[in-house]
């Protein structure tokens, strides 16, 4: 009942779904362009119109009372980071610890226009051993493009590429240029 009504809200708002995505396994969804707080929104009423449990993940003071049942609901996962200072290790346990695990993050971590994504979620595909699934919410269009599983492979780069090649195609809220990948320059020691 609760997919009918959000696949009704999706379609009296005008938005509509090209590609599918099995709910088998586990995965992590990269969202993007991440340009306004409707992505945040588009994407909770995408998921429950798909049918599937695709979690979030949060820091863990969003998760204590009064509001943490509210954001369990939605589908968040509390990370404490006091705990794990690695964010990729605690997003992997989590992968470990639940063989139906989904995850769908932002590249960007911020809705502001970025010179640099963060790799993060890229790190947590290889360390868990999961497909990244490229999710584009395409205002121009209000089409959510679920994009085919992509496992990663020993070339960073080219996957980056790959991966940033397919949010080019895809307007956000607010258009903005999705930037080139750029691998992470290493300090030589003097």
């Known amino acids: 009942?609760?997919?009918?009504?959000?696949?009704?809200?999706?379609?009296?708002?005008?938005?509509?779904?090209?590609?599918?995505?099995?709910?088998?396994?586990?995965?992590?969804?990269?969202?993007?362009?991440?340009?306004?707080n409707w992505d945040f929104?588009?994407?909770?009423?995408?998921?429950s119109a798909l049918g599937m449990n695709i979690h979030f993940l949060g820091k863990h003071q969003l998760f204590i009372p009064p509001w943490g049942w509210f954001f369990k609901w939605l589908g968040g996962s509390p990370v404490d980071r006091r705990k794990n200072n690695n964010m990729v290790d605690a997003a992997v346990q989590l992968f470990e610890t639940n063989s139906h695990y989904k995850l769908a993050l932002a590249p960007e971590g911020t809705?502001?226009?970025?010179?640099?994504?963060?790799?993060?979620?890229?790190?947590?595909a290889v360390k868990a051993?999961?497909?990244?699934?490229?999710?584009?919410?395409?205002?121009?269009?209000k089409t959510i493009v679920l994009n085919t599983?992509?496992?990663?492979?020993?070339?960073?780069?080219?996957?980056?590429?790959?991966?940033?090649?397919?949010?080019?195609?895809?307007?956000?809220?607010?258009?903005?240029?999705?930037p080139a990948y750029e691998p992470a320059k290493i300090k030589k020691p003097n």
């Open 1 to 36: 009942m609760f997919r009918k009504i959000n696949l009704w809200l999706l379609k009296i708002m005008g938005w509509q779904f090209e590609g599918n995505v099995s709910a088998d396994g586990q995965f992590i969804m990269v969202v993007g362009p991440h340009t306004s």
């Open 41 to 47: 929104i588009i994407g909770i009423i995408a998921r």
């Open 111 to 124: 809705r502001s226009a970025v010179t640099r994504w963060k790799t993060g979620f890229y790190h947590i």
């Open 129 to 141: 051993k999961v497909p990244i699934i490229t999710v584009g919410l395409d205002f121009a269009r």
């Open 149 to 178: 599983p992509m496992d990663t492979s020993d070339d960073m780069t080219t996957d980056m590429n790959a991966i940033m090649d397919f949010f080019r195609g895809i307007t956000g809220h607010h258009p903005k240029v999705v």
